[in-house]
């Protein structure tokens, strides 16, 4: 698997007060990875969906109010869940659906 094609995950997290753009943002972050809290998704993704994931956010905030973390948390061939820590209720993947 060449780096462009090499699948990351990556957290997303937004602090954005205004409702309209939270709402937007959440969206956006829905069309790419999975809701996991509040405001945060798991998203694993490639070179390019990261690219198109940034442009839409980058379009969508208030620059000088909003904040949106990105954290690479590394290759999609490992299994992201054997390296987080929860504390309180447990962590519960949401299931796949796949459609034949």
Do not use: W
Request: glycine share 4%.
């Amino acid at each position: 698997m060449t780096r462009l094609t090499q699948r990351h995950h990556y957290f997303v997290s937004y602090d954005i007060s205004d409702d309209h753009r939270r709402n937007q943002v959440f969206q956006v972050c829905k069309d790419f990875g999975n809701h996991v809290q509040y405001s945060v998704f798991l998203c694993e993704l490639d070179r390019r969906e990261l690219v198109l994931l940034r442009e839409q956010l980058r379009e969508l905030i208030h620059h000088g109010e909003d904040q949106v973390l990105l954290v690479d948390v590394g290759p999609a061939v490992a299994d992201v869940l054997s390296s987080m820590d929860v504390l309180g209720q447990p962590y519960a993947p949401p299931g796949r659906h796949f459609v034949v």
